[in-house]
């Protein structure tokens, strides 16, 4: 799981801005390392390397099409997840951009309409509206379904899925560090390993192979962030607005004020 492809200090020209949000924006020459390191991972004769593996990139952030160059230069496919409120504004996709994606044959899909931190936490009829107007907003801009969606935050609960399945996504991915699938609601449901701007190639070719100690990092990290949101409540907002400093003008999707 991916977010934006930056140049060395110069994260806040792709997705959402400030310090937080910046620890999941991987710099361009690193990225270049972490793709070789998946493809010499793929095991041969098995075609190309997009056939083993997911890459995926969530909020829709204005680097989308560097991150393309990228992974096709490795014969790589990607999934680019949108956070549709955000479209055509500063440091996020266009719908030109959007429909080049997928020209080029990369998936689409929704991230929701505006990012809530704690999705997990939210009443069923914001659940419901969060994901039927980002998928029928993708649908007009690319003219053919959309059934794909990834959950903002990785804040997962029953509701969330059951919504997303409601709304006529057939798979969401999640951000639990798992190679499983497994299925809710109707729903495929997809793990992910978080990938931030420290993250190493030789981290990723761990995790491609299933070493034990990058998976347990992998699993320690996201459950310590997963107790954090539960036991924060609302203080984890206020926490994180601290932290974004100037991020400050973004609204999230649970934040109200």
């Known amino acids: 799981m991916y977010h934006d492809i930056v140049a060395a200090a110069d994260e806040d020209s792709s997705g959402f801005p400030g310090r937080d949000a910046a620890t999941y924006k991987v710099n361009r020459e690193l990225f270049e390392e972490h793709l070789r390191a998946i493809a010499a991972r793929q095991p041969a004769g098995r075609g190309a390397p997009h056939t083993d593996v997911l890459i995926t990139f969530d909020d829709g952030g204005a680097s989308a099409l560097t991150a393309a160059d990228s992974l096709e230069r490795h014969g790589f496919v990607g999934h680019f997840f949108v956070t549709t409120n955000y479209?055509?504004?500063?440091?996020?996709v266009h719908e030109h951009d959007i429909r080049e994606l997928r020209r080029r044959g990369h998936a689409v899909g929704s991230h929701s309409c505006s990012h809530p931190l704690r999705m997990g936490h939210c009443p069923r009829p914001q659940l419901l509206d969060e994901w039927t107007r980002s998928r029928q907003r993708?649908?007009?801009?690319?003219?053919e379904p959309v059934r794909v969606a990834s959950i903002p935050g990785g804040d997962f609960a029953p509701q969330v899925a059951e919504a997303a399945a409601h709304a006529g996504f057939t798979r969401l991915f999640t951000s639990e560090p798992t190679r499983e699938e497994w299925h809710a609601s109707g729903l495929t449901l997809v793990g992910r390993y978080t990938i931030r701007r420290w993250t190493t190639a030789e981290t990723i070719a761990g995790l491609m192979s299933g070493a034990w100690?990058?998976?347990?990092?992998?699993?320690?990290?996201?459950?310590?962030?997963?107790m954090s949101k539960r036991l924060g409540g609302k203080q984890y907002l206020k926490v994180r607005k601290l932290l974004l400093r100037h991020g400050d003008d973004v609204r999230w999707g649970d934040r109200s004020g």
């Open 213 to 226: 100690l990058p998976c347990a990092r992998q699993a320690i990290a996201w459950n310590a962030r997963k």
């Open 138 to 143: 993708l649908e007009d801009v690319l003219g």
């Open 87 to 92: 479209i055509g504004t500063p440091g996020f």
